[in-house]
C-alpha cells in the first residue's frame, strides 16, 4: 500500500530537543531519576527509551535502567488481523516491583497498545507508579481506552485517515516525523 | 518483506520454504523469554481450545505441548489412546468427526501410521499439526534441531551435519534432512545397512543428502552430530545382530566423536539409550545439547501454536497437503515397495519420537 506524504513535521533536530525537553520534565516530576526505570515498547519506542536515558544521564549523573516489552502477545486484536503479527523480543533486565516504571512509545493513538503493555508490565510485578512519555500524541479524540500521557514530546491533531510516521536512524535509517495519508481510491 | 506461515496446519517440513522455517525460528526464539518469567503465562490463545490427540505412548512431546499451549493461555486437553475410545474400535476419522463437533481450533496428532495428520486436516476445520506421524515426520524435532543448532552455529550455509543409527525407520531423521537442507546444510546419513539404506539419498534433491556406510565417514569435520534412538521395540525383524554390536559399530563414542570439527554439537532426540547409540561420557559431556533441545522444543511449540492459532481462523478444511499419504490397509506391499515408499513418504509402521 502506498501512502502519500502529507507534512514533515519534525527533523532530527526537532525531536532530539523534544526528548531533551521530557528528559528534564522527567528528572523533575520524579524528584531526579532514583527508581526510575525506562521501559520501551517495541519497536520505535525502545530507541527513544535509549535516548532518553541518556539524556537523564547527562542530567543526574546516573543513567536509569532501560528494559523493552513487545506486546504482541498481549494485543486485544490477534483474532482479527489475520497473519500473525511478528514477535520481537521482551526484555526486562531488573526487576519492575517497586520501581517507577516510564513507559515509552513513539506515537499515542488509540490507547491501546498501552493497555497491552500495562497488562504485560504487571504480569512482571508490581511497579510503584508506572507513567507514560510519548513522543507525538495524536489527541484525545482518538482514544478507544481512558489512557493519557503524562509526558508528551508534541501534540499533533491528525484525521483517522492519517497516519504519524515516525523515523528514527537505528531502525529507519533517518530521523524524521511525518504526516502520511492513503490517498482516496481512484475513479475508474 | 518477511514471510509468513501460509499454512494453516504443520503437517511436516518438506514443502515448507526456507522463509518459512526461518520465520518459526525467529517467532521461537522471542518466546524463550517467557518460560524465565516469574508469571510464565501470556494471554495470547485465551479461549482457544487445544487437542493432544495421541496414539502413541509419548511423555516428552506431550508435555511439552501441553505446556506450550497452557503458557498462551489456551485450554489443552488430553487425549491418549490408551484411554479413549479407539481402543473400543472407533476409527480416526469418526474420532476426528465427534472432535471437531466440540469446535477445538488446534488438534495436535501423534499416530503410528504415516499420512494420519493429513487424513485430519482433510476432514477437520481445526489447525493440524503432526506430533508424529509413523516414520513420516516430526516436524517440532526438526524445527527445534534447527533452533538449537542455530543458537549456536549462527546459520545452516555450508553446515555438515551427520544423522546417525536407524535412519529406516526414523521421522526425525525425515524431518530434520528436509529442514536443513532447505536451509543450506548439507547431510550425512550413517547406520547399519539394514537401517541406512543408500536409496534414502534420493529423499532430497540436489546432492545435499548423503549416506555413508561407516559412522566415522559421517562424522569426520561434522559441525553437528545427531545420534537417533535406536528403537528396540522395532528390532524384531532382524535389522541388527544385537545391541551390543550395535554399540561397538556404531554407537557414538567420545573417540568417533573426536573426529568431527573440535566446536561439534551433539544432538538427541530422546529418550536415550545410554551405552547403545550413545556412550554416557558423550550424552552428559560438553558438547551435548541435549537439554537445550528441550527447552527450545517448547519454544518452538509455542511458536508454532501462536502462528497457527493466534490469528483469524480460516474456515476451509485443508485439501491439499504437501506430502503422498498413503492410507493404513494399503500398506500390504513387498519389502521393496515398502523400502521405496519408505524413502518418498514414510513407511506406515516405523515411529520415533
Known amino acids: 500500500m502506498e501512502f502519500v506524504e ?68 498481549y494485543r486485544d486484536d490477534l483474532s482479527t488481523v489475520g497473519a500473525n503479527p511478528i514477535v520481537n523480543r521482551t526484555d526486562l533486565p531488573i526487576d519492575v516491583e ?43 479524540e482518538h482514544r478507544e481506552l481512558p489512557i493519557q500521557a503524562d509526558f508528551v514530546g508534541k501534540f499533533v491533531p491528525t484525521k483517522k485517515s492519517e497516519i504519524i510516521k515516525v523515523m528514527l536512524d537505528d531502525i529507519d535509517g533517518e530521523e524524521a516525523v511525518a504526516i502520511v495519508e492513503r490517498p482516496p481510491a481512484e475513479e475508474s | 518483506m518477511k514471510a509468513t506461515l501460509k499454512q494453516k496446519n504443520l503437517l511436516g517440513i518438506r514443502g515448507m520454504s526456507a522463509g518459512e522455517i526461518t520465520h518459526v525460528l525467529d517467532t521461537a526464539e522471542n518466546f524463550r523469554e517467557i518460560s524465565e518469567r516469574e508469571i510464565k503465562k501470556v494471554p495470547t490463545l485465551r479461549g482457544r481450545t487445544v487437542i493432544n490427540l495421541f496414539f502413541e505412548p509419548s511423555t516428552r512431546t506431550r508435555t511439552s505441548f501441553e505446556i506450550a499451549g497452557k503458557r498462551l493461555s489456551a485450554d489443552v486437553i488430553n487425549i491418549s489412546s490408551s484411554s479413549s475410545s479407539v481402543t473400543k474400535g472407533e476409527t480416526l476419522l469418526d474420532t476426528a468427526r465427534n472432535l471437531e463437533a466440540m469446535s477445538p481450533d488446534i488438534i ?49 550455509e555450508r553446515l555438515r551435519v551427520a544423522i546417525l543409527g536407524d535412519i529406516l525407520h526414523s521421522r526425525v531423521a525425515r524431518s530434520n534432512a528436509h ?72 554407537g557414538l563414542t567420545r573417540k568417533r566423536l573426536s573426529l568431527a570439527r573440535p566446536d561439534v554439537i551433539v544432538l538427541h532426540p530422546g ?63 513387498t519389502q521393496a515397495e515398502q523400502l521405496k515408499f519408505a524413502v518418498t513418504a514414510g513407511g506406515s509402521e516405523g515411529s520415533s519420537s
Open chain 2, 179 to 250: 529442514l536443513l537442507t532447505t536451509l543450506g546444510a548439507t547431510v550425512a546419513l550413517a547406520g547399519p545397512g539394514t537401517l541406512a539404506p543408500p536409496e534414502f539419498a534420493s529423499l532430497v534433491e540436489g546432492g545435499s543428502l548423503r549416506v555413508e556406510r561407516r559412522i566415522e565417514d559421517a562424522v569426520a569435520d561434522a559441525d553437528v552430530v545427531m545420534v537417533l534412538r535406536i528403537q528396540r521395540e522395532r528390532q524384531d525383524k532382524a535389522f541388527l545382530p544385537s545391541l551390543r554390536e550395535y554399540a561397538v559399530h556404531f
Open chain 2, 108 to 156: 495436535i496428532i501423534r499416530h503410528p501410521s504415516s499420512g494420519a495428520p493429513h487424513q485430519l486436516a482433510r476432514v477437520c476445520r481445526a489447525s493440524i499439526v503432526n506430533a508424529g506421524d509413523g516414520a513420516h515426520e516430526h516436524p517440532t524435532q526438526a524445527l527445534l534441531d534447527a533452533l538449537t543448532i542455530r543458537q549456536h552455529k549462527g546459520g545452516f
Open chain 1, 98 to 140: 517497586g520501581r517507577n516504571v516510564l513507559l515509552i512509545d513513539d506515537v499515542l493513538y488509540t490507547g491501546r497498545t498501552i493497555r497491552a503493555a500495562l497488562d504485560q508490565l504487571i504480569d512482571f510485578g508490581r511497579p510503584r507508579r508506572v507513567q507514560l512519555a510519548v513522543l507525538i500524541d495524536r489527541g484525545k
Open chain 1, 6 to 73: 502529507k507534512a514533515r513535521i519534525m527533523d532530527g533536530m526537532r525531536i532530539n530537543r523534544a526528548l531533551a525537553r521530557l528528559a528534564s520534565e522527567i528528572v523533575e516530576e520524579n524528584h531526579g531519576a532514583g527508581h526510575l526505570y525506562l521501559v520501551g515498547i517495541q519497536r520505535r519506542g525502545v530507541p527513544l527509551a535509549n535516548r532518553l536515558a541518556d539524556k537523564i544521564a547527562d542530567l543526574e549523573g546516573e543513567r536509569p535502567p532501560v528494559g523493552v516489552v513487545d506486546i504482541t502477545l
Open chain 2, 271 to 333: 529418550p536415550m539409550n545410554r551405552g547403545i547409540e550413545i556412550a554416557s561420557d558423550v550424552a552428559d559431556g560438553s558438547r551435548s545439547l541435549i537439554l537445550d533441545q528441550v527447552a527450545n522444543g517448547l519454544a518452538v511449540r509455542m511458536a508454532v501454536l501462536y502462528l497457527l492459532g493466534g490469528g483469524a481462523a480460516t474456515t476451509t478444511p485443508n485439501t491439499n497437503p504437501v506430502s503422498q499419504v498413503k492410507s493404513e490397509n494399503e500398506s500390504a506391499t
